[in-house]
């Protein structure tokens, strides 16, 4: 988390906490993972020892510092890190195809000009043009259909009719936020590996990374499924941190803005 000019500061929390006191463990300034390291190092091994499970992000520089700090615990990639990152090759496709729209517009009203010509639009039936039923599609894609309004319903149609690649990807991401609705580690694997093998022969590339990522940080991913764990507590931590900096007008002296917090949630 940034509190004051971009300076980035890594928080470790204890989930039993619930977001009052004995919730902040530790606060770093950095993000290296061995700046991590030698501040967990001063809490006794023993008591490291006691930690279970770690939920966290996708970050490398995290994941070593916690196998090396907490050599007991389970790391869990969190849920909410891994759908967001096939959300956002979603998104990339999405954005993709709006700048060409965007082009083909410019193109098209230099042709008209060239003619002396005033350049009309093309208007869907819903009143949007296609750069606009993109553009206005962002939130319709990061939902599941039954939470669609009429009107999202209508622009998803106008959407996957004018744009089938796009369908496509979206009802791959579908199927891969429903593996997360199963119970059972050895069945969510095995869906896990068969949406990866799907996904090479859907030939979207924007998916090409996410995979990637997905196949390297399969076994953390699949740790959820042991108990369901999520990083919610710690994503709740951070918005309360930023809201308490919000209400002070940001951070003038970050040290006694450290010590606030020390009083408050430590």
Not at 115 to 127: A, H, T, V
């Amino acid at each position: 988390m940034s509190l004051s000019k971009g300076e980035l500061y890594t928080f470790v929390t204890n989930k039993s906490g619930r977001g009052k006191k004995k919730t902040l463990v530790a606060c770093i300034k950095g993000a290296k993972s061995q700046d991590i390291i030698d501040v967990l190092n001063l809490i006794p091994l023993e008591t490291r020892k006691i930690v279970e499970e770690i939920t966290l992000d996708m970050a490398n520089n995290m994941q070593a510092a916690s196998r090396l700090c907490f050599p007991e615990s389970i790391l869990v990639t969190d849920r909410f890190h891994v759908v967001r990152l096939i959300m956002e090759a979603l998104q990339h496709l999405r954005i993709k195809y709006r700048w060409e729209e965007i082009e083909k517009e410019n193109q098209a009203i230099k042709a008209a000009k060239d003619q002396g010509l005033k350049y009309k639009p093309i208007i869907l039936k819903n009143g949007d043009t296609a750069k606009q039923l993109l553009a206005r599609s962002r939130y319709i894609i990061a939902k599941k259909p039954n939470q669609w309004t009429e009107n999202q319903k209508l622009r998803a149609e106008l959407l996957f009719e004018n744009y089938p690649i796009l369908e496509k990807a979206y009802k791959h991401v579908l199927e891969f936020r429903n593996i997360y609705e199963e119970r059972c580690k050895l069945q969510a694997r095995e869906k896990m590996n068969l949406w990866i093998e799907d996904t090479k022969e859907l030939e979207i590339n924007v998916f090409n990374t996410a995979v990637n990522s997905l196949k390297y940080h399969l076994e953390t991913i699949l740790n959820f499924f042991n108990n369901r764990n999520t990083n919610a507590n710690a994503e709740s931590f951070n918005s309360k941190i930023k809201l308490f900096r919000a209400n002070q007008r940001g951070v003038v002296d970050v040290k006694f803005f450290m010590f606030r917090l020390e009083k408050l949630f430590a």
